[in-house]
Protein backbone atom coordinates (compact mmCIF):
# COMPACT_ATOMS: atom_id res chain seq x y z
CA UNK A 1 0.00 0.00 0.00
CA UNK A 2 2.95 2.56 1.02
CA UNK A 3 4.49 1.67 -2.39
CA UNK A 4 0.62 2.19 -4.33
CA UNK A 5 0.28 5.39 -2.43
CA UNK A 6 3.80 7.04 -3.64
CA UNK A 7 3.53 6.78 -7.51
CA UNK A 8 0.91 8.92 -7.51
CA UNK A 9 2.70 11.68 -5.44
CA UNK A 10 5.82 11.40 -7.76
CA UNK A 11 3.94 11.68 -10.46
CA UNK A 12 2.41 14.70 -9.37
CA UNK A 13 6.21 16.44 -8.65
CA UNK A 14 7.55 14.94 -12.16
CA UNK A 15 4.31 16.44 -13.75
CA UNK A 16 4.34 19.76 -11.58
CA UNK A 17 8.44 20.13 -12.33
CA UNK A 18 7.30 20.59 -16.41
CA UNK A 19 4.73 23.02 -16.02
CA UNK A 20 5.56 26.86 -15.83
CA UNK A 21 3.35 29.33 -16.01
CA UNK A 22 3.38 32.18 -18.11
CA UNK A 23 4.13 33.32 -21.76
CA UNK A 24 7.18 31.57 -23.82
CA UNK A 25 9.60 34.61 -25.08
CA UNK A 26 10.23 35.03 -28.74
CA UNK A 27 12.13 38.22 -30.00
CA UNK A 28 9.18 40.07 -31.18
CA UNK A 29 10.05 41.64 -35.20
CA UNK A 30 11.19 44.70 -35.86
CA UNK A 31 8.91 47.25 -36.33
CA UNK A 32 9.07 46.96 -40.33
CA UNK A 33 11.04 44.49 -42.56
CA UNK A 34 14.64 45.21 -42.70
CA UNK A 35 15.53 46.93 -46.23
CA UNK A 36 17.76 44.82 -48.41
CA UNK A 37 20.30 47.09 -48.91
CA UNK A 38 21.12 51.13 -47.54
CA UNK A 39 19.65 54.14 -49.09
CA UNK A 40 22.52 55.79 -49.36
CA UNK A 41 25.55 55.36 -51.10
CA UNK A 42 29.09 55.05 -49.74
CA UNK A 43 31.68 57.32 -51.67
CA UNK A 44 34.41 54.22 -51.35
CA UNK A 45 34.33 50.94 -53.50
CA UNK A 46 33.34 47.64 -51.94
CA UNK A 47 35.33 46.98 -48.65
CA UNK A 48 37.59 44.03 -49.44
CA UNK A 49 37.25 41.38 -46.42
CA UNK A 50 40.57 42.16 -45.10
CA UNK A 51 39.13 45.38 -44.30
CA UNK A 52 36.43 43.82 -42.00
CA UNK A 53 35.94 46.00 -38.97
CA UNK A 54 38.49 44.25 -35.84
CA UNK A 55 36.31 42.26 -33.69
CA UNK A 56 36.95 44.09 -30.25
CA UNK A 57 39.62 46.94 -31.42
CA UNK A 58 37.65 48.23 -34.25
CA UNK A 59 39.49 51.35 -34.44
CA UNK A 60 42.69 50.15 -35.65
CA UNK A 61 40.58 50.06 -39.24
CA UNK A 62 42.29 53.29 -38.79
CA UNK A 63 45.93 52.37 -39.12
CA UNK A 64 47.08 54.86 -36.22
CA UNK A 65 49.11 53.83 -33.63
CA UNK A 66 48.91 56.43 -31.53
CA UNK A 67 44.91 56.35 -31.59
CA UNK A 68 45.57 52.32 -30.75
CA UNK A 69 47.57 53.22 -27.74
CA UNK A 70 45.16 55.41 -26.45
CA UNK A 71 42.39 53.63 -26.89
CA UNK A 72 43.93 50.83 -25.02
CA UNK A 73 44.78 53.02 -22.18
CA UNK A 74 40.93 53.31 -21.57
CA UNK A 75 40.32 50.18 -21.70
CA UNK A 76 42.48 49.48 -18.61
CA UNK A 77 42.17 52.98 -16.25
CA UNK A 78 38.41 54.63 -17.66
CA UNK A 79 36.21 54.92 -14.39
CA UNK A 80 33.41 54.97 -16.41
CA UNK A 81 33.95 51.71 -18.05
CA UNK A 82 34.88 50.26 -14.46
CA UNK A 83 31.84 50.80 -13.24
CA UNK A 84 29.94 49.14 -16.59
CA UNK A 85 32.60 46.14 -15.77
CA UNK A 86 31.39 46.48 -12.00
CA UNK A 87 27.93 46.62 -12.21
CA UNK A 88 28.23 43.14 -14.93
CA UNK A 89 29.82 41.36 -11.75
CA UNK A 90 26.70 42.37 -9.56
CA UNK A 91 24.58 40.85 -11.89
CA UNK A 92 26.73 37.92 -12.65
CA UNK A 93 26.02 37.50 -8.31
CA UNK A 94 22.77 38.04 -8.01
CA UNK A 95 21.97 35.83 -10.90
CA UNK A 96 24.02 33.24 -8.94
CA UNK A 97 21.20 34.23 -6.32
CA UNK A 98 18.57 32.98 -8.08
CA UNK A 99 19.82 29.50 -8.51
CA UNK A 100 20.03 29.38 -4.65
CA UNK A 101 15.89 28.50 -4.23
CA UNK A 102 16.59 25.20 -6.63
CA UNK A 103 18.02 23.94 -3.50
CA UNK A 104 17.16 23.18 0.10
CA UNK A 105 17.96 25.58 2.41
CA UNK A 106 19.25 24.45 5.82
CA UNK A 107 19.98 26.40 8.96
CA UNK A 108 20.81 25.93 12.48
CA UNK A 109 20.41 28.10 15.60
CA UNK A 110 21.96 26.49 18.26
CA UNK A 111 21.27 28.33 22.05
CA UNK A 112 22.03 27.87 25.63
CA UNK A 113 20.17 29.78 28.84
CA UNK A 114 19.55 29.43 31.78
CA UNK A 115 16.18 31.56 33.38
CA UNK A 116 14.59 32.04 36.91
CA UNK A 117 10.69 31.47 36.62
CA UNK A 118 8.68 33.87 39.07
CA UNK A 119 6.50 32.12 41.82
CA UNK A 120 3.68 34.41 41.49
CA UNK A 121 3.62 33.55 38.09
CA UNK A 122 -0.12 32.83 36.11
CA UNK A 123 -0.77 28.77 36.07
CA UNK A 124 -3.25 29.36 33.23
CA UNK A 125 -5.91 27.29 34.77
CA UNK A 126 -3.52 24.63 36.31
CA UNK A 127 -5.29 23.72 39.83
CA UNK A 128 -2.90 25.19 42.95
CA UNK A 129 -2.00 23.37 46.20
CA UNK A 130 -4.11 23.55 48.93
CA UNK A 131 -3.00 22.53 52.48
CA UNK A 132 -5.90 22.91 55.36
CA UNK A 133 -7.58 25.28 52.89
CA UNK A 134 -5.09 27.12 52.21
CA UNK A 135 -4.19 27.97 48.58
CA UNK A 136 0.35 27.20 48.63
CA UNK A 137 2.23 30.21 46.88
CA UNK A 138 3.86 28.26 43.76
CA UNK A 139 7.33 27.80 44.10
CA UNK A 140 10.24 29.45 41.86
CA UNK A 141 12.23 27.55 40.01
CA UNK A 142 15.45 27.61 38.08
CA UNK A 143 16.51 25.73 35.04
CA UNK A 144 19.38 25.93 32.12
CA UNK A 145 17.83 25.00 28.69
CA UNK A 146 20.59 24.03 25.88
CA UNK A 147 18.69 23.59 22.49
CA UNK A 148 20.79 22.44 19.08
CA UNK A 149 17.68 22.69 15.96
CA UNK A 150 18.31 22.60 12.90
CA UNK A 151 15.72 23.65 10.31
CA UNK A 152 15.05 22.26 6.26
CA UNK A 153 12.94 23.62 3.66
CA UNK A 154 12.35 23.46 0.76
CA UNK A 155 9.83 25.23 -2.35
CA UNK A 156 8.59 22.78 -4.12
CA UNK A 157 8.41 24.52 -7.69
CA UNK A 158 4.96 23.32 -8.92
CA UNK A 159 4.27 26.38 -11.48
CA UNK A 160 7.83 27.80 -11.99
CA UNK A 161 8.47 30.48 -10.31
CA UNK A 162 11.97 29.45 -9.02
CA UNK A 163 12.65 29.20 -12.98
CA UNK A 164 10.89 32.54 -13.77
CA UNK A 165 13.12 33.97 -11.12
CA UNK A 166 16.26 32.11 -12.71
CA UNK A 167 15.51 33.15 -16.49
CA UNK A 168 14.51 36.49 -15.16
CA UNK A 169 18.35 37.03 -13.26
CA UNK A 170 19.78 35.95 -16.75
CA UNK A 171 17.94 38.00 -18.99
CA UNK A 172 19.31 40.92 -16.84
CA UNK A 173 22.67 39.34 -16.54
CA UNK A 174 22.97 39.33 -20.41
CA UNK A 175 21.53 43.13 -20.90
CA UNK A 176 23.84 44.41 -18.29
CA UNK A 177 26.94 42.59 -20.52
CA UNK A 178 25.19 43.80 -23.55
CA UNK A 179 25.09 47.37 -21.84
CA UNK A 180 28.79 46.90 -21.36
CA UNK A 181 29.77 46.42 -24.56
CA UNK A 182 27.59 49.55 -25.48
CA UNK A 183 29.70 52.04 -22.65
CA UNK A 184 32.46 50.28 -24.27
CA UNK A 185 31.96 51.47 -27.97
CA UNK A 186 30.54 54.60 -27.11
CA UNK A 187 33.69 55.44 -24.88
CA UNK A 188 36.15 54.50 -27.68
CA UNK A 189 34.56 56.00 -30.44
CA UNK A 190 34.29 59.58 -28.27
CA UNK A 191 38.04 58.96 -27.94
CA UNK A 192 38.25 58.29 -31.47
CA UNK A 193 36.38 61.46 -32.19
CA UNK A 194 37.92 63.99 -30.10
CA UNK A 195 41.54 62.25 -31.18
CA UNK A 196 40.94 62.93 -34.56
CA UNK A 197 39.48 66.66 -33.67
CA UNK A 198 42.18 67.26 -32.09
CA UNK A 199 44.39 66.27 -34.74
CA UNK A 200 41.84 68.14 -37.03
CA UNK A 201 43.33 71.48 -34.95
CA UNK A 202 46.71 70.88 -35.09
CA UNK A 203 46.71 70.94 -39.17
CA UNK A 204 44.51 73.95 -39.04
CA UNK A 205 46.53 75.39 -36.71
CA UNK A 206 49.72 74.94 -39.21
CA UNK A 207 47.67 76.96 -41.97
CA UNK A 208 46.92 79.76 -40.10
CA UNK A 209 50.84 79.81 -38.73
CA UNK A 210 51.14 79.85 -42.48
CA UNK A 211 49.23 82.48 -43.06
CA UNK A 212 50.61 84.56 -40.40
CA UNK A 213 54.21 83.84 -42.06
CA UNK A 214 53.23 84.83 -45.42
CA UNK A 215 50.86 87.88 -44.01
CA UNK A 216 54.03 88.94 -42.05
CA UNK A 217 56.46 89.31 -45.50
CA UNK A 218 53.79 90.87 -46.83
CA UNK A 219 53.44 93.60 -44.21
CA UNK A 220 56.98 93.92 -44.06
CA UNK A 221 56.69 94.30 -48.05
CA UNK A 222 54.12 97.20 -47.38
CA UNK A 223 55.99 98.75 -44.45
CA UNK A 224 59.18 99.35 -46.97
CA UNK A 225 56.69 100.39 -50.05
CA UNK A 226 55.15 102.82 -47.25
CA UNK A 227 58.82 104.07 -46.02
CA UNK A 228 59.82 104.53 -49.90
CA UNK A 229 56.46 106.76 -50.28
CA UNK A 230 54.96 104.49 -52.47
CA UNK A 231 52.66 102.99 -50.55
CA UNK A 232 50.27 104.92 -47.96
CA UNK A 233 50.12 104.51 -44.19
CA UNK A 234 45.85 103.03 -44.50
CA UNK A 235 47.60 100.18 -46.62
CA UNK A 236 50.10 99.43 -43.69
CA UNK A 237 47.15 99.74 -41.29
CA UNK A 238 44.70 97.35 -43.35
CA UNK A 239 47.71 94.75 -43.42
CA UNK A 240 48.54 95.12 -39.96
CA UNK A 241 44.76 94.39 -38.78
CA UNK A 242 44.39 91.06 -41.22
CA UNK A 243 48.12 90.13 -39.85
CA UNK A 244 46.68 90.46 -36.01
CA UNK A 245 42.99 88.91 -36.68
CA UNK A 246 44.78 85.92 -38.09
CA UNK A 247 47.03 85.91 -34.64
CA UNK A 248 43.76 85.83 -32.42
CA UNK A 249 42.55 82.89 -34.97
CA UNK A 250 45.79 81.03 -34.09
CA UNK A 251 45.08 81.39 -30.46
CA UNK A 252 41.54 80.60 -30.84
CA UNK A 253 42.55 77.48 -32.41
CA UNK A 254 45.03 76.71 -29.50
CA UNK A 255 42.00 77.11 -26.88
CA UNK A 256 39.69 74.54 -28.74
CA UNK A 257 42.82 71.97 -28.98
CA UNK A 258 43.25 72.07 -25.24
CA UNK A 259 39.40 71.20 -24.61
CA UNK A 260 39.67 68.89 -26.59
CA UNK A 261 43.22 67.73 -25.67
CA UNK A 262 41.39 67.74 -21.13
CA UNK A 263 38.61 65.28 -22.61
CA UNK A 264 41.29 62.67 -24.01
CA UNK A 265 42.33 62.72 -20.79
CA UNK A 266 39.27 61.90 -18.73
CA UNK A 267 38.78 59.23 -21.29
CA UNK A 268 42.02 57.39 -20.63
CA UNK A 269 42.11 57.85 -16.97
CA UNK A 270 44.65 60.73 -16.26
CA UNK A 271 44.16 64.23 -15.02
CA UNK A 272 44.04 66.70 -17.41
CA UNK A 273 46.97 68.81 -15.64
CA UNK A 274 49.56 66.22 -16.26
CA UNK A 275 48.93 64.96 -19.61
CA UNK A 276 49.65 65.81 -23.04
CA UNK A 277 48.72 64.91 -26.90
CA UNK A 278 51.72 65.69 -29.21
CA UNK A 279 50.78 67.63 -31.49
CA UNK A 280 50.82 66.05 -35.21
CA UNK A 281 48.81 67.31 -38.06
CA UNK A 282 45.96 65.40 -39.36
CA UNK A 283 47.09 62.68 -42.53
CA UNK A 284 44.43 59.88 -41.99
CA UNK A 285 41.81 59.63 -44.53
CA UNK A 286 38.01 57.84 -43.84
CA UNK A 287 38.79 53.72 -44.38
CA UNK A 288 36.49 51.67 -46.31
CA UNK A 289 34.05 50.21 -43.77
CA UNK A 290 32.04 47.18 -44.86
CA UNK A 291 28.23 48.02 -44.47
CA UNK A 292 26.70 44.81 -44.74
CA UNK A 293 22.90 44.62 -44.85
CA UNK A 294 20.65 46.43 -42.53
CA UNK A 295 19.28 43.56 -41.06
CA UNK A 296 23.12 42.91 -39.63
CA UNK A 297 22.89 45.93 -37.47
CA UNK A 298 20.46 43.79 -35.09
CA UNK A 299 22.91 41.46 -34.26
CA UNK A 300 26.32 43.81 -34.64
CA UNK A 301 24.47 47.06 -31.85
CA UNK A 302 25.37 46.50 -27.95
CA UNK A 303 22.34 48.75 -27.96
CA UNK A 304 19.82 46.87 -29.39
CA UNK A 305 21.03 43.63 -27.63
CA UNK A 306 20.55 45.35 -24.36
CA UNK A 307 16.82 46.41 -25.13
CA UNK A 308 16.05 42.89 -26.82
CA UNK A 309 17.59 41.21 -23.31
CA UNK A 310 14.88 43.64 -21.22
CA UNK A 311 12.34 42.36 -23.58
CA UNK A 312 13.31 38.84 -22.35
CA UNK A 313 13.58 40.04 -19.16
CA UNK A 314 9.75 41.75 -18.68
CA UNK A 315 8.66 38.72 -20.10
CA UNK A 316 9.65 36.61 -17.27
CA UNK A 317 8.37 38.97 -15.12
CA UNK A 318 5.20 38.30 -16.50
CA UNK A 319 5.22 34.37 -15.62
CA UNK A 320 6.83 35.63 -11.94
CA UNK A 321 3.31 37.64 -11.98
CA UNK A 322 1.02 34.58 -13.06
CA UNK A 323 2.82 32.36 -10.42
CA UNK A 324 1.17 34.33 -7.99
CA UNK A 325 -2.38 33.01 -8.69
CA UNK A 326 -1.29 29.50 -8.00
CA UNK A 327 -0.47 27.71 -4.58
CA UNK A 328 3.36 28.13 -2.74
CA UNK A 329 4.23 25.01 -1.21
CA UNK A 330 6.79 24.62 0.87
CA UNK A 331 8.51 21.07 2.21
CA UNK A 332 9.77 21.40 5.84
CA UNK A 333 12.01 19.72 8.81
CA UNK A 334 13.18 20.14 11.82
CA UNK A 335 14.74 18.26 14.43
CA UNK A 336 17.38 18.73 17.04
CA UNK A 337 18.10 18.06 20.49
CA UNK A 338 16.99 20.15 23.69
CA UNK A 339 17.76 18.80 27.48
CA UNK A 340 17.91 21.29 30.74
CA UNK A 341 21.34 19.23 31.26
CA UNK A 342 24.11 20.00 29.32
CA UNK A 343 25.88 16.35 29.37
CA UNK A 344 22.39 14.76 28.59
CA UNK A 345 22.25 17.47 25.18
CA UNK A 346 22.67 14.50 22.78
CA UNK A 347 21.41 11.56 24.55
CA UNK A 348 18.55 9.78 22.63
CA UNK A 349 15.25 10.92 24.92
CA UNK A 350 16.38 14.96 23.90
CA UNK A 351 16.13 14.40 20.47
CA UNK A 352 13.10 15.94 18.39
CA UNK A 353 11.89 16.33 14.94
CA UNK A 354 8.94 17.20 12.92
CA UNK A 355 7.72 16.78 9.59
CA UNK A 356 5.35 19.05 7.68
CA UNK A 357 4.57 21.11 4.11
CA UNK A 358 2.95 24.36 3.63
CA UNK A 359 0.54 25.84 1.18
CA UNK A 360 -0.61 28.97 0.59
CA UNK A 361 -3.16 29.59 -2.13
CA UNK A 362 -3.98 32.87 -2.75
CA UNK A 363 -7.98 33.61 -2.52
CA UNK A 364 -8.88 36.93 -2.01
CA UNK A 365 -5.93 39.66 -2.50
CA UNK A 366 -8.23 43.03 -3.01
CA UNK A 367 -6.96 42.35 -6.91
CA UNK A 368 -3.29 43.18 -6.16
CA UNK A 369 -2.33 40.12 -8.41
CA UNK A 370 -4.31 41.48 -11.01
CA UNK A 371 -3.10 44.53 -10.60
CA UNK A 372 0.12 43.20 -10.51
CA UNK A 373 0.37 41.24 -13.44
CA UNK A 374 -1.16 44.02 -15.91
CA UNK A 375 1.48 46.33 -14.53
CA UNK A 376 4.38 43.30 -15.70
CA UNK A 377 2.00 43.34 -19.50
CA UNK A 378 2.26 46.69 -19.73
CA UNK A 379 6.00 47.15 -18.78
CA UNK A 380 6.70 44.18 -21.30
CA UNK A 381 4.90 46.44 -23.70
CA UNK A 382 6.74 49.42 -22.96
CA UNK A 383 10.02 47.34 -23.70
CA UNK A 384 8.92 46.06 -26.89
CA UNK A 385 8.09 49.82 -27.65
CA UNK A 386 11.72 50.67 -26.61
CA UNK A 387 13.54 47.88 -28.76
CA UNK A 388 11.76 48.89 -32.09
CA UNK A 389 12.53 52.24 -31.27
CA UNK A 390 16.17 51.12 -30.84
CA UNK A 391 15.94 49.59 -34.08
CA UNK A 392 14.65 52.42 -36.21
CA UNK A 393 17.42 54.50 -34.45
CA UNK A 394 20.45 52.26 -34.96
CA UNK A 395 18.92 52.48 -39.29
CA UNK A 396 18.96 56.42 -38.92
CA UNK A 397 22.39 56.46 -38.06
CA UNK A 398 23.80 54.10 -40.25
CA UNK A 399 21.89 56.42 -42.94
CA UNK A 400 22.87 59.42 -41.69
CA UNK A 401 26.66 57.88 -41.17
CA UNK A 402 26.59 57.45 -44.86
CA UNK A 403 25.28 60.37 -46.08
CA UNK A 404 27.23 62.29 -44.11
CA UNK A 405 30.77 61.01 -45.82
CA UNK A 406 28.96 61.07 -49.18
CA UNK A 407 28.35 64.78 -48.88
CA UNK A 408 31.54 65.70 -47.37
CA UNK A 409 33.41 63.76 -50.27
CA UNK A 410 31.80 65.79 -52.67
CA UNK A 411 32.24 69.07 -50.92
CA UNK A 412 36.06 68.24 -50.28
CA UNK A 413 36.80 67.97 -54.20
CA UNK A 414 34.92 71.07 -54.97
CA UNK A 415 36.92 72.67 -51.75
CA UNK A 416 40.09 71.64 -52.88
CA UNK A 417 39.77 73.20 -56.31
CA UNK A 418 38.53 76.08 -54.05
CA UNK A 419 42.12 76.48 -52.30
CA UNK A 420 43.66 76.07 -56.09
CA UNK A 421 41.73 79.42 -57.07
CA UNK A 422 42.25 81.05 -53.98
CA UNK A 423 46.12 80.79 -54.00
CA UNK A 424 45.97 81.89 -57.78
CA UNK A 425 43.91 84.44 -56.92
CA UNK A 426 46.73 85.81 -54.05
CA UNK A 427 49.00 85.32 -56.48
CA UNK A 428 47.90 87.66 -59.20
CA UNK A 429 46.75 90.05 -56.99
CA UNK A 430 50.18 90.25 -55.52
CA UNK A 431 51.69 90.80 -58.91
CA UNK A 432 49.19 92.96 -59.85
CA UNK A 433 50.07 95.10 -56.78
CA UNK A 434 53.52 95.27 -56.76
CA UNK A 435 52.99 96.10 -61.07
CA UNK A 436 50.95 99.10 -59.86
CA UNK A 437 47.90 97.77 -61.59
CA UNK A 438 45.64 98.00 -58.40
CA UNK A 439 45.86 98.77 -54.97
CA UNK A 440 46.29 96.87 -51.70
CA UNK A 441 42.80 95.46 -50.90
CA UNK A 442 42.80 92.88 -53.44
CA UNK A 443 45.74 91.90 -51.92
CA UNK A 444 44.02 91.57 -48.55
CA UNK A 445 40.41 90.34 -49.63
CA UNK A 446 43.13 86.88 -51.74
CA UNK A 447 45.18 86.46 -48.20
CA UNK A 448 41.34 86.61 -46.58
CA UNK A 449 39.75 84.41 -49.13
CA UNK A 450 42.92 81.62 -49.18
CA UNK A 451 42.91 81.50 -44.83
CA UNK A 452 39.04 81.07 -45.10
CA UNK A 453 39.00 78.39 -48.08
CA UNK A 454 41.80 76.52 -46.36
CA UNK A 455 40.71 76.32 -42.94
CA UNK A 456 37.07 74.88 -44.64
CA UNK A 457 39.35 72.34 -46.41
CA UNK A 458 41.00 71.33 -43.30
CA UNK A 459 37.63 70.85 -41.34
CA UNK A 460 36.12 69.00 -43.89
CA UNK A 461 38.83 66.39 -43.65
CA UNK A 462 38.55 66.42 -40.30
CA UNK A 463 34.57 66.03 -40.34
CA UNK A 464 35.21 62.98 -42.71
CA UNK A 465 36.96 61.20 -40.08
CA UNK A 466 34.62 61.98 -36.93
CA UNK A 467 32.14 61.24 -39.45
CA UNK A 468 33.82 57.56 -40.41
CA UNK A 469 34.15 57.15 -36.40
CA UNK A 470 30.40 57.16 -36.03
CA UNK A 471 29.73 55.10 -38.94
CA UNK A 472 31.74 52.85 -37.53
CA UNK A 473 30.30 53.33 -33.74
CA UNK A 474 26.63 52.83 -35.65
CA UNK A 475 27.47 49.84 -36.97
CA UNK A 476 28.29 48.12 -33.94
CA UNK A 477 32.04 48.71 -34.06
CA UNK A 478 33.15 44.82 -33.89
CA UNK A 479 30.42 43.80 -31.42
CA UNK A 480 28.76 40.91 -32.30
CA UNK A 481 25.68 39.62 -30.05
CA UNK A 482 27.06 36.06 -29.30
CA UNK A 483 29.20 37.53 -27.35
CA UNK A 484 26.32 37.43 -24.58
CA UNK A 485 25.31 34.40 -24.96
CA UNK A 486 27.52 32.49 -22.40
CA UNK A 487 27.00 35.29 -19.91
CA UNK A 488 24.30 32.78 -17.77
CA UNK A 489 24.30 30.95 -14.52
CA UNK A 490 22.64 27.69 -13.80
CA UNK A 491 21.90 25.94 -10.64
CA UNK A 492 25.07 23.23 -9.89
CA UNK A 493 25.31 20.28 -7.48
CA UNK A 494 28.05 21.94 -5.72
CA UNK A 495 25.48 24.70 -4.39
CA UNK A 496 23.96 21.77 -1.76
CA UNK A 497 26.92 22.80 0.44
CA UNK A 498 27.43 25.83 0.04
CA UNK A 499 26.43 28.81 2.30
Keep these: MRRVSIVPVLGLFIFAAACTVGPRYSRPPAPTPAPDAWKAQPPWQQAAPKDEIPKGPWWQVFHDATLDDYEHQLLRANQSLLAAQDRLNQARSLARVATADYFPQLSADPSGYRERGSGNRPLNGEARTV ?118 QAALLQESRAQYEHAIAVLVGQPATTFSVPVAALRATPPPVPLGVPSDVLERRPDIATSEREMAYENAQVGLARTAFYPHITLSASGGWQSTDITSLLNAPSLFWSLGADVLQPILQGGRNRANLAAARAAYDQSVANYRQSVLTAFQQVEDGISNLSTLAQALSTQDAAVADARRALEIANNRYVGGVTNFLDVITAQ ?52
Excluded at 186 to 194: I, Q
Excluded at 472 to 486: F, M, P, R, T
Design 131 to 248: INGVVQPVPPYTQSVYTIPFSLSYEADLFGRVRRSLEAANANLQSTAADLGNVQLVLTAELAADYFSLRELDAEYQVVEQQVAAQQKDLDLVQKRHDGGIASGLEVAQQQTVLDSTIS
Design 448 to 499: TTLLQNERLATQLRGQQMVSSVYLVKALGGGWESGQIQNEQVHPHAGQVVQQ
